[in-house]
């Protein structure tokens, strides 16, 4: 199991990074992260930049 850490501006997020089903671009420059079994996460981000961020993190090496 890999977690990745999501920055929002209520407060950051650890998530298990399989757990991750899709993402929106939203208003504002954030995006919504749609997590499997639960209701999506608002990330300071444009999507390109918190997609480029989940691979990075659930591709490093341990």
Do not use: C, H
Not at 4 to 21: D, F, H, P, Q, W
Not at 48 to 62: F, H, P, V
């Amino acid at each position: 199991m890999k977690f990745i850490s999501l920055k929002s501006r209520g407060g950051n997020y650890l998530v298990v990074a399989e757990n991750v089903a899709w993402l929106r671009d939203y208003e504002n420059g954030q995006t919504q992260v749609g997590m499997v079994g639960g209701a999506p996460l608002l990330i300071v981000g444009k999507i390109d930049e918190i997609a480029a961020s989940i691979l990075e993190q659930a591709n490093a090496a341990e």
